[in-house]
């Protein structure tokens, strides 16, 4: 048996894995991870660390002996946020969890929101935490920054068809049987195009979706790490993906 085997329940009587991708966020996490407990007690944690030079990782490993519910992957060095992701989606999978809550890990994303998530897919399978929906807001942000999300999520409603408004927020849960439908080694982004993608890939297996509206907060401590070059980035996967979907499926 192993120690991910034990019982997990969130609120709504689900078990629940809580999912954090990290590099660099050994400030954060420090704070961040008591404060995911206050509003999901029962919720298991999993950080996916990219060999962090700030010792992230190593500050996991050591809450692990006295905290049951805390997960580590370590990786062998920056493989990527969509790599990231993945490998946090296949622990959810094989390890049974009902649910997976993702946030990033750098108080943009506020865990007060989570239990607001988790009922979001009691009625749907997917549950996005949307800074443009009514009631949702982004506080922190100049002209530019707003103008280049505000860029990316139009042009990914164009060119994937998708309905919901907050398509580049990684603040979500899922319902993990509805993960396992994809099979995610195949995915086309390695970085912050890989939200959209994921948004893609389970409108086409036939899932539902609902926005809750979050406060998306600027990160307390270190840098954000999206630029330019990762939105241009974005911008191609996301053609690529529009053309795939012009392709017979196998």
Same mark, same amino acid.
Request: charged share 15%; with cysteine; hydrophobic share 40%.
């Given at each position: 048996m192993t120690d991910t085997e034990s019982t997990c329940e969130s609120t709504n009587g689900q078990?629940?894995?809580v999912t954090l991708c990290t590099y660099n966020e050994r400030e954060?996490?420090? +704070?961040?991870?008591?404060?995911?407990?206050?509003? +999901?007690?029962d919720a298991h944690i999993l950080v996916v660390d990219d060999n962090s030079p700030d010792g992230t990782g190593e500050y996991v490993a050591s809450l692990q002996p006295t905290h049951?519910?805390?997960h580590l992957l370590r990786r062998a060095g920056k +493989?990527? +946020?969509?790599?990231a992701t993945v490998a946090a989606f296949q622990y959810g999978i094989d390890n049974g969890f009902d649910l997976l809550a993702n946030l990033d890990a750098d108080f943009?994303?506020?865990p007060r929101?989570?239990?607001?998530l988790v009922r979001g897919v009691e009625s749907f399978d997917v549950a996005i935490g949307s800074?443009?929906?009514s009631g949702g807001k982004v506080d922190g942000w100049g002209l530019g920054r707003h103008f280049m999300s505000r860029s990316i999520n139009l042009y990914a409603r164009l060119m994937l068809g998708l309905s919901t408004k907050d398509n580049s927020g990684s603040?979500?849960?899922y319902r993990v049987n509805k993960l396992a439908e994809f099979d995610w080694s195949k995915s086309r982004a390695k970085g912050y195009a890989f939200q959209e993608e994921i948004l893609f890939r389970l409108k086409n297996v036939g899932c539902t979706f609902t926005e809750v509206p979050i406060h998306f907060e600027e990160r307390r401590f270190g840098h954000t790490k999206i630029s330019w070059k990762e939105a241009v980035s974005a911008g191609i996967v996301l053609c690529q993906l529009r053309l795939e979907s012009f392709l017979p499926r196998r």
């Open positions: 078990r629940t894995l954060n996490i420090e +704070l961040l991870l008591p404060e995911i407990w206050q509003h +999901l007690p049951p519910n805390l +493989l990527g +946020l969509g790599t943009s994303h506020p929101f989570l239990p607001a800074r443009y929906v603040f979500r849960c």
